[in-house]
C-alpha cells in the first residue's frame, strides 16, 4: 500500500528536501499540494505532476494520507488543526508552533484524532549525536557542567537566504527560531535535565526586523548550563559542540568534523590526551522514522518531547530579549 502525502506549502528552504525525501523512499508519494502562495504551489504541483488544489481544506477532504507541512510559522497552529481534525498524519518543519499553548493545542487534535505526527529534528538522528548520548550514558563525562552549541551560516549577508526568513509575521523570529533550533534541542538533550530558566540576547547586524545573531543562556536545576549560539552573519563558522563535565570533555566541529573526548574515567592515556572517538551510522532519517510510526502504528515519543521543549526554550527566548529579563520556567 503507497501512503498518500499531501504537501502543505513550499515556503520552507527545506520544503524541497522532504519532497525528494519522499521520492527516494518506497511506499509513498506526494499527489497533491496546496500553497498559501497559490502562484508557487501551482508550479511545484506541475513540476511534480500532480494537483494543486486550491484550499487547504479541499487538499485535506481528498483521499490523502498524511500531510508535510512547510507553511509559514504563523501558520502551523491553523494548518496542523485542519490536518489531524481531518484525520491526516503530520510530518512538520520545526518548530511544532511559536508558543506553548499553540503547541499543545496541536498535540490535543493529533492524540484525539489518532494521527502520528513527526517533528524534523535531523540532529538528533546524526552520528555525533548518537556517539555523545552513548559517552553520557557511559558516565565517561562525570557530571555534566556545561553544554555548548553553536550553528551559524552567512544567509543575510550573504544574500541566498530568502526574503521572506526576514518576515517577523511569517515567522516569528529570526536566526534562532530558525537555525537556533538545532543547537537549542541538542543542547537540552545532552543537559539531560529541564531547564528552570532562559536568558537570551539577539543581535540585528544586518538590520532587518528579526534577529540574524542570537544566544541563549540555559539554567538548570543542578547548576549545568546550556549556551546556544545562532546566526546568519559568519561565512565559516563551524558547526560546534562542546560538552563538558566534572569528569571529561567532548569536542566536536572544532572544526574538523571528528569527536574528541578526554576524560579521567578511561584511564591514564584518555587523562593525558584526547582521542578521536568513531562514529556509529546515523539512524533512520525523521521522515524515514515518520512513514515507519505510521506503518506500525507506534508514536515518536522522544521526538514529539523533545521538539514540546524547543517550544518552550524558544518561547522564553523570545519573551527574554522582549523584557530584557530571564524568564524562569
Not at 498524519?89 to 489518532?114: L, N, Q, S
Not at 546566526?231 to 570533555?249: A, I, L, R
Request: glycine content about 6%.
Amino acid at each position: 500500500m503507497t501512503l498518500k502525502i499531501g504537501k502543505i506549502s513550499y515556503w520552507h528552504v527545506h520544503a524541497w528536501d522532504y519532497t525528494k525525501q519522499v521520492q527516494a523512499l518506497p511506499g509513498a508519494e506526494i499527489v497533491g499540494v496546496w500553497d498559501e502562495d497559490a502562484a508557487r504551489g501551482q508550479e511545484a504541483a506541475e513540476r511534480q505532476n500532480v494537483p494543486f488544489y486550491p484550499s487547504l481544506d479541499a487538499l485535506l477532504a481528498s483521499d490523502i494520507d498524511a500531510v508535510i507541512v512547510d507553511a509559514p510559522t504563523r501558520m502551523h497552529h491553523e494548518v496542523m488543526l485542519k490536518a489531524a481534525r481531518a484525520g491526516k498524519h503530520i510530518f512538520t518543519e520545526k518548530v511544532i508552533a511559536p508558543t506553548v499553548a499553540e503547541a499543545e493545542d496541536i498535540m490535543a487534535a493529533v492524540r484525539e484524532h489518532g494521527v502520528k505526527l513527526t517533528v524534523s529534528l535531523p540532529r538528533l538522528n546524526d552520528s555525533y549525536t548518537l556517539a555523545i548520548r552513548e559517552a553520557i550514558e557511559q558516565q565517561w563525562l562525570g557530571r555534566i557542567t556545561q553544554v555548548r552549541v553553536r550553528l551559524s551560516h552567512n544567509g543575510a549577508t550573504a544574500g541566498w537566504l530568502p526574503g521572506h526568513f526576514f518576515s517577523l509575521e511569517d515567522c516569528l523570529g529570526g536566526a534562532l527560531i530558525d537555525l537556533g533550533c538545532h543547537p537549542m534541542y541538542l543542547t537540552r538533550l545532552f543537559l539531560g535535565e529541564a531547564p528552570s530558566a532562559v536568558s537570551a540576547q539577539y543581535g540585528y547586524l544586518t538590520g532587518r526586523e528579526v534577529e540574524d545573531n542570537a544566544v541563549a543562556l540555559l539554567s538548570t536545576p543542578s547548576g549545568a548550563l546550556g549556551i546556544v549560539e545562532a546566526g546568519f552573519v559568519n561565512s565559516f563558522s563551524p558547526f560546534t559542540v562542546e560538552v563538558h563535565g566534572t569528569d571529561g570533555t567532548l569536542l566536536y566541529g572544532t572544526p574538523e568534523e571528528k569527536l574528541l573526548l578526554r576524560t579521567n574515567a578511561k584511564g591514564e592515556s584518555y587523562a593525558d590526551a584526547w582521542h578521536e572517538l568513531p562514529l556509529p551510522p546515523a539512524s533512520p532519517s525523521a521522515m524515514e522514522q515518520w512513514l515507519s510510526h505510521i506503518a506500525n502504528d507506534t508514536t515518536a515519543t522522544e521526538n514529539i518531547e523533545l521538539a514540546l521543549e524547543l517550544t518552550r526554550l524558544m518561547e522564553a527566548a523570545n519573551l527574554s530579549v522582549k523584557e530584557q529579563r530571564a524568564i524562569q520556567l
